[in-house]
């Protein structure tokens, strides 16, 4: 495809280290099976491996389109009533590339990886990823087309060991089927099966057992079968896990109070009960759950904001099963919401086509999302406790068809909320794809309202008091035709004033919009410098529920890949925005027009690029800038934001990132505020149980005190942690947080808190 070639990607080729599948991916495989069990050392020498199914990995199926892969690969599959037994021999002509570090589980995705893929409801629509690095390091994941998206925070408990030889490396892979999720049928089953390897050179190539067709708009559709599984069994099992946990924390509150107040250690415990009911369903619950997290939120900025900020959840109850919930749009369901809960309850499960779920908590406190058509702000009651609830079906249509309906409820004091949804996926060809949902919603909600002085006018307390937002509506749709070459997309979203979804993340509501995308991509051929280029753009109008044109606008944008794992994207747009008042804050003075509002004409631009001069490190920079607002004056402003970020795995034990933000924004009478911000965390891991961990948070905003009244401010927090980790679910920790402050009210940094903390947690398998 480009006449200029940096790198040879043929050489192997060349040499004629080439090779076909031995069974080809098209014909279903049998499983076949043994009574032995398996001892895990990356060995493959117990005697059952030679009657196990052979396959090769066959296919190169990126950067190249299902053409030979580049180097062998041979898996080995075979069960024993209690556990699918997976082996791997990963052949590589050059040993000593091998990327393959000592870390946690779930955080080795820039290794060499080998593992497989599993549909074992063969509905062509989810399936489960588990992947093993060289050294046995697990990743595991829930892979789903309908949502399309890859969930990485699914955990299971099973086992697996790695090897490196001098021909290159393989692994032993276990998995119980009592962590898998099946029809409860009698007799013969047939599964979805994938075999995959990645390869991290001077490009990222996957090799794969099945090929990968790039005209069609899923992936779990395309991996092949495997028969047999006779008799197995998830069986009812039941896995009980207590926990106890410790914490001391101490707090100053400088200038005023510069002595330190030491706090009493606090104990608590309770225990998360995992049940298979059947082989396809799975109750949990939990009693005084353990929701604290040890990974501390990365620091976003807050500063020049109109909408509130996402944070992922990373509570281990919350996230099994999570993929149940989702809907073709819509976060309804974003279980950080429920922040301190007594207890939950949950069940989840598929039969036939039918999948369903049910969530149930009981929460101490209650926080919601109020959203507009232009800002969003979070609000909360420490003190108001409420019932959370939410259910969810979809059905299978066709192939790869769904159709599915979701409710949540939330209740308190004076307070509820309450969303129906319906929403589906339809696919027309392999191509064409139409998603659609919609939303009703009644709200009874709280407020805070400020309490004046008659005399003075001035605010001397606050009330909670009833707001009847009443009843609201909405509706999503969308067409998508994904080719190989070319793609369009056209979409409609419109919501009005009184949709509310508190139990969710719906950060923008009272708007309608509609979008028209085009799309170009060129594949690279085998030994092209760029294996791919996409260009695309789109253009978009969005309006608010009493008409207003809110904004208009025009983007184009280049993504490529190329060599050293690189990748580089360019793009740029104009827009006419209008804010009003009332949304931002603003107090008006700077816009007197009839409509409440300052219209903006705005152009706007973004860089982002990464790659890997060794396979070990990655460097990447993002910056983007351009005309912006200044929304607590409504003043227009220029831009600038940009980070450096950079991934190093020092050696086999030692891993450290860093993420450098830096943002700053000038009006026509001088720099209104810049911001530093900066993540950092590095990691040594002792084993695969044991590691320790520093985790360091830093955010700095200069105001330019001549145009604004807000403060300078300069927060930081760290953490220091070890942990021993058995399992997911089977976990010591032990670390030391403090964190503290720098602003116009002291002259130096002052700490304001330090905590020592300890967790223990152990997995009954019962």
């Known amino acids: 495809m480009m006449p200029l070639r940096l790198l040879s990607l043929g050489f192997l080729v060349a040499s004629g280290l080439t090779f076909q599948n031995a069974i080809a991916a098209e014909q279903a495989l049998t499983i076949p099976k043994t009574d032995a069990q398996i001892s895990l050392d990356g060995e493959l020498n117990e005697a059952f491996w030679q009657q196990a199914t052979k396959v090769d990995l066959g296919y190169e199926t990126r950067p190249g389109e299902n053409i030979d892969a580049r180097v062998k690969t041979t898996a080995y599959i075979i069960e024993n009533s209690d556990s699918l037994l997976i082996g791997i021999i990963a052949e590589d002509p050059e040993p000593n590339k091998i990327q393959a570090s000592l870390k946690d589980r ?15 409801f063969n509905d062509e629509r989810k399936a489960y990823n588990f992947f093993v690095n060289p050294l046995g390091i697990q990743m595991d994941s829930i892979e789903d087309d309908i949502a399309g998206n890859e969930d990485s925070s699914w955990n299971a408990i099973w086992h697996s060991e790695g090897k490196i030889t001098n021909k290159g490396y393989q692994v032993e892979i276990a998995i119980p089927f009592k962590v898998l999720r099946f029809p409860n049928t009698n007799g013969q089953k047939t599964w979805g099966i994938d075999f995959v390897r990645m390869y991290p050179r001077d490009y990222h190539y996957r090799f794969a057992y099945n090929k990968v067709e790039r005209d069609k708009s899923c992936f779990v559709c395309q ?15 039941l896995e009980v896990t207590p926990y106890v946990s410790a914490q001391r924390v101490d707090e100053r509150d400088p200038p005023t109070i510069s002595e330190w107040q030491k706090g009493d250690f606090e104990f608590d415990g309770g225990v998360d009960v995992r049940w298979g009911v059947t082989d396809n369903s799975v109750l949990n619950a939990t009693i005084n759950p353990d929701f604290s997290q040890v990974e501390a939120d990365a620091v976003q900025l807050d500063v020049n904001r109109t909408f509130a900020l996402f944070f992922q959840e990373k509570r281990q109850f919350f996230l099994e099963g999570s993929d149940y919930f989702r809907t073709s749009f819509l976060n309804l369901l974003h279980t950080r919401n429920i922040a301190n809960p007594d207890w939950g309850l949950k069940y989840t499960g598929k039969t036939g086509k039918h999948s369903y779920g049910v969530l149930a908590a009981r929460d101490n406190s209650t926080a919601f999302l109020e959203p507009g058509p232009q800002s969003s702000g979070l609000q909360g009651f420490d003190n108001l406790e409420s019932d959370a609830f939410a ?7 066709g192939d790869k068809s769904q159709i599915g309906g979701m409710i949540t409820h939330r209740a308190g004091d004076h307070y509820e909320n309450s969303v129906v949804s319906i929403d589906g996926k339809y696919y027309f060809t392999d191509e064409d794809v ?9 709200t009874l909600s709280l407020e805070e309202q400020d309490i004046l002085d008659p005399n003075t006018g001035d605010v001397i307390d606050t009330e909670i008091i009833e ?16 080719g190989r070459n070319w793609n369009w997309r056209a979409s409609r979203f419109d919501f009005n004033e ?29 030994g092209d410098t760029f294996n791919r280029i996409h260009i695309g753009g789109d253009v978009d109008q969005t309006k608010d529920y009493l008409g207003q044109t809110i904004e208009e606008e025009t983007e184009f944008w280049v993504n490529i890949n190329g060599p050293y794992q690189s990748f580089i994207g360019f793009g740029s747009g104009v827009r006419d925005a209008w804010y009003s008042n009332e949304s931002t804050g603003a107090d008006g003075s700077n816009c007197l027009r009839a409509d409440g509002g300052c219209l903006f004409d705005q152009s706007f631009y973004w860089v982002s690029a990464n790659f890997r001069p060794m396979t070990s490190l990655q460097l990447g920079v993002n910056y983007n800038g351009g005309d912006a607002v200044d929304f607590a004056s409504l003043l227009p402003a220029d831009r600038i934001n940009y980070s450096i970020w950079g991934n190093w795995q020092v050696n086999r034990y030692w891993y450290a990132s860093i993420n450098y933000n830096k943002s700053k924004l000038d009006r026509d009478d001088g720099n209104l505020f810049k911001a530093d911000i900066v993540n950092l965390n590095s990691t040594y891991q002792f084993d695969k149980q044991q590691y320790i961990r520093l985790t360091v948070r830093y955010r ?5 005190q001549a145009i604004s009244t807000d403060s300078d401010s300069k927060r930081m927090a760290r953490q220091l942690l070890y942990a021993y980790k058995i399992n997911p679910r089977t976990v010591f920790f032990l670390g030391y947080s403090d964190g503290g402050f720098e602003d116009d009210s002291v002259n130096r940094f002052e700490r304001t808190s330090r905590s020592i903390f300890s967790k223990f947690s152990y997995a009954f398998q019962l």
């Open 106 to 120: 779930d955080t080795v995705w820039a290794d060499d990886l080998t593992g497989f893929k599993i549909d074992t």
């Open 223 to 237: 991996i092949g079968k495997i028969s047999g599984f006779e008799n197995i069994e998830s069986g009812n099992n």
């Open 391 to 397: 259910g969810r079906y979809t059905y299978d249509i």
């Open 434 to 442: 139409l998603r659609y949902q919609a939303v009703y919603s009644d």
């Open 467 to 482: 707001n009847d937002v009443g009843a609201g509506n909405g509706y999503a749709i969308a067409y998508n035709h994904n």
């Open 498 to 526: 009184g949709f509310r979804a508190d139990l969710g993340f719906i950060n923008q509501t009272g708007f309608s919009r509609d979008v028209v995308g085009l799309g170009h991509t060129w594949h690279g051929e085998n």
């Open 700 to 704: 700095d905003v200069d105001y330019n």
